[in-house]
């Protein structure tokens, strides 16, 4: 018996989103890495959700893949960058640091969301304890 019920589905969002803010971390840490190790500049990467089925009638969250956005950073003129070519144009990231924030943001909230959702669980299941005593 299960004696906080959808904990495990906060459980799951609440890693899911740990990742996601993860993610969007390196994104924002990366967002003027103009040469990796195999010399090309960062891109951007994102992350995916898929629903699950946990028990006989629960759902949880997990991550179903980490993917590579490989839509083209902007190219910037800067000749005295040492990544520069022979026009003097560095090619940047695709990171858009403003889409980041937003997206820390509504991860953040959703981390919150569900941090939440399982205090107010626990806090029901010791009031549900004390009923008879």
């Known amino acids: 018996m299960d004696i906080i019920p959808g904990l495990s589905q906060t459980a799951s969002a609440l890693d899911a989103n740990k990742q996601r803010l993860e993610i969007i971390a390196q994104n924002i840490a990366n967002a003027q890495t103009t040469q990796g190790p195999d010399g090309e500049p960062y891109k951007r990467r994102g992350i995916s959700f898929a629903s699950v089925l946990q028990g006989v009638n629960q759902q949880g969250v997990e991550v179903q893949g980490v993917f590579t956005d490989n839509t083209p950073g902007p190219t910037v003129y800067n000749p005295s ?53």
């Open 81 to 133: 960058h040492p990544h520069a070519d022979g026009a003097g144009m560095v090619r940047m990231p695709n990171v858009q640091v403003s889409v980041e924030m937003v997206n820390m943001i509504s991860a953040s909230r959703a981390y919150q969301a569900n941090l939440s959702a399982s205090k107010i669980s626990r806090q029901m299941a010791e009031g549900a304890l004390r009923i008879g005593q």
